[in-house]
């Protein structure tokens, strides 16, 4: 009888096996596999920003500048937030990478169970503090007068659907884990296209600003939520859970947790210093706050390369660290660097010549197209820079070692992004070209820590295989 039970709970281990590994990245080119899976991740993240760049390109047709404000500052908000639910989510990503590397499948399954209890539980909790805070957070943001109605009703329907911001990083750090990252690209595209849709009729056609891009955003998202449940109940996805596997383990939420933690708070400190950049730039008046927020939408774009490169390189390498494939783990994190840094230089300089026009998108504002411009001319220098330290982030996660990431944002925060911004801010109140400088400078430390970092673990690591 209990021979039975198991049998109808768990397939032939073989079998099992096979089919959680159809995504194997620990064999064939490095290239291939980096490829593979980056692109689904780079279209996932794309779709993802594009929704919010969605919001604020279509608010801009159809309202004035205090509304285009309210928004660039809550998605910003939301921005951190979902920041730091990606790099919480990393943990199991790795966790769960390990295990399917190492072919532990039970352990994966534990895995995967104790991430969905984790961060069920944690998103209620974050939502109602959140929906206390609103106020606070908004006069912290030192938002412009205009703008405080629509930036409180944004956050606070917003602050609603983080249950199913949560949802979709569950259900995408699972499948990355295993090795595929397809799925989360269709889920989130059904979210980019339902917000589009929605926004057009919210802001629109009924005329509700703000509010209605909160709307859009937070419907949409929980579609794309619906629309991936459906697929898991109707598809095989290699995953054979027991109800014993989502019962609190505290080793296996530890281990989810070691690597997470540091990263979300990485995550939460960099989020940090650009809501403050933001509240120094809110303080020079509308149009530097608008054209601040407009580059913080563009550079998310541009960074879905490098970001999609750190995704990989933590997954990949994640799944030859636990099969003993260091040296293809290393193989990985070169290729990224390659691709990150090549991508990188070549976007910065083509930005150099178009910036006004991509400012002038989202805003008719001759000042603001000026400012953003200046802004972005500097700034985006940052994207060959972040890449570097991006890509080394994904390795020190893969190892373990995510308190490496943390430990060189931190630095690189309080030494260079806040105190260039303050300082620059002050000394050109009417240009905001120096004070774009502060985030390649900041990456610049960043990647001179992780070069100092590898080079050493490199170092222990060979002195302990002899």
Known sequence: M????KSDILPPKKAYVSKIMEKDLTSGSVLKNILFFSLPYMLSFFLQTLYGMADLFIIGQFNATDSITAVSIGSQVMHMITVMIVGLAMGATVTIGLAVGAKEIKKA??????????????????????????????????????????????????????????????????????????????????ACVCNIVLDYLFIGTLGMGAIGAALGTTVSQTISILTAFLVILKRKTGLVLKKSDFRPQRNVMGGILKIGLPVALQDGFIQIAFLVITIIANRRGLNDAAAVGIVEKVIGVLFLVPSSMLSAVSALAAQNIGAKKHDRAKQTLGCALIISIGFGTVASILIEFIAPQIIGLFEENADVIRLGSQYLRSYVWDCALAGIHFCFSGYFCALGKSGVSFLHNSLSIVLMRIPVSWLTSQRYPNNLFPMGLAAPLGSLLSSVICVIAYLIITKKQKRSET
Do not use: H, Q, W
């Not at 209990?2 to 039970?5: A, H, K, L, P």
């Not at 409180?152 to 990355?176: D, E, H, Q, V």
């Open 109 to 190: 399954s534990r895995l995967v169970g104790n991430t969905v209890t984790l961060f069920v539980t944690g998103s209620f909790a974050v939502t109602a503090l959140l929906l206390l805070l609103a106020k606070p957070i908004v006069a912290a943001m030192s938002t412009p007068s205009e703008a405080i109605p629509g930036t409180l009703a944004y956050l606070r329907i917003c602050f609603a659907g983080i249950p199913f911001i949560t949802a979709y990083n569950i259900l995408s750090s699972i499948f990355r884990g295993l090795g595929d990252a397809k799925r989360p690209m269709y889920f989130v595209a059904v």
């Open 2 to 5: 209990v021979s039975e039970r």
